[in-house]
C-alpha cells in the first residue's frame, strides 16, 4: 500500500523596496493591525511590524498572503508554534 507523503508547505518570504510583502507557507493568521501582523507559517510564528499595514491577499488553501505598507522589521518567534493558543493555552500560559 502506498502512503501519501504529507511535506509541510514551503514557506518563502519575497519582500519589495519594504512596501509590499508575499509570503507563502501560511497556515494562519493570528491577528492584525495598522502596526503589526501575527501570523503562522510552515516555520513557526511570524511576526511583521510597521506602519500602514494592510493585508491584501490570504489564501487558505494555498498558503499564500500579500502585505502592503512600510515594512519595519520581520521577525520570528517560537519555531514549534504553528498555531494559536486555545482558550485554555491562554489561561495555563
Known amino acids: ?4 507523503n504529507k511535506a509541510a508547505p514551503v514557506h518563502n518570504i519575497i519582500l519589495e523596496g ?8 501560511v497556515t494562519d493568521v493570528d491577528r492584525f493591525d495598522e502596526n503589526t501582523v501575527i501570523l503562522y ?3 513557526g510564528e511570524l511576526t ?3 506602519t ?6 490570504l489564501s ?3 498558503g499564500e498572503m ?6 519595519k522589521s520581520i521577525f520570528y518567534g517560537d519555531p514549534d ?5 486555545s482558550f485554555f493555552g491562554k489561561i495555563f500560559r
Not at 519594504?18 to 507563502?24: A, E, G, P, T
Open 52 to 57: 500602514d499595514l494592510h493585508v491584501n491577499g
Open 48 to 50: 511583521i511590524k510597521g
Open 1 to 4: 500500500m502506498n502512503e501519501v
Open 18 to 25: 519594504r512596501r509590499k510583502m508575499s509570503l507563502s507557507g
Open 81 to 85: 508554534k504553528k498555531a494559536p493558543l
Open 41 to 43: 507559517t510552515s516555520m
Open 60 to 62: 487558505v488553501e494555498s
Open 66 to 71: 500579500s502585505v502592503e505598507g512600510e515594512i
